[in-house]
Nanobody
Framework: QVQLAESGGGLVQAGGSLRLSCLAS????????MGWFRQAPGKDREFVAG???????NYADSVKGRFTISRDNAQIAVYLQMNSLKPEDTAVYYC?????????????????WGQGTQVTVSS
C-alpha cells in the first residue's frame, strides 16, 4: 500500500505560479500511474493531469499549456507545476495513484489518494 501526501498549495494572485508536490511513502511509485485532481466547493472532483510510469502525460483541456505534471527519477514524488493561474483554478488539489495503465479521467479508477492541498487564486 502507498500513502500520498500533497504540499505546496497556498494563496496566489491571478497570473502567478505554484508547484504542488505529492510525496509517497510505504513504497515507490514505479508501479503506479499518477493523477492530479481538484475539487472546488459544490463541484465534483475533476481530473487535472496524469502521468504513466513511462512518462506519458495527459491534461484536462482547461489546464493545457499552463500546467505540467512530472515525476522524479527516484519514483517517490510527483509534481504539478501550475503557471498563469486563474481564479477558476481555486480548489483543493489531490494526487492519486492507480495500478499502471493509462491516466484515467475517472476518480473511481484510482486506488490511493492523498488528503489534498488548498490552492486559492485571487483576482
Amino acid at each position: 500500500q502507498v500513502q500520498l501526501a500533497e504540499s505546496g498549495g497556498g494563496l496566489v494572485q491571478a497570473g502567478g505560479s505554484l508547484r504542488l508536490s505529492c510525496l509517497a511513502s510505504g513504497r515507490t511509485l514505479s508501479r503506479y500511474t499518477m493523477g492530479w485532481f481538484r475539487q472546488a466547493p459544490g463541484k465534483d472532483r475533476e481530473f487535472v493531469a496524469g502521468i504513466t510510469k513511462d512518462g506519458g502525460t495527459n491534461y484536462a483541456d482547461s489546464v493545457k499549456g499552463r500546467f505540467t505534471i512530472s515525476r522524479d527519477n527516484a519514483q517517490i514524488a510527483v509534481y504539478l507545476q501550475m503557471n498563469s493561474l486563474k481564479p477558476e483554478d481555486t480548489a483543493v488539489y489531490y494526487c492519486a495513484a492507480k495500478f499502471l495503465g493509462y491516466a484515467s479521467f475517472q476518480p473511481s479508477d484510482y486506488n490511493y489518494w492523498g488528503q489534498g492541498t488548498q490552492v486559492t487564486v485571487s483576482s
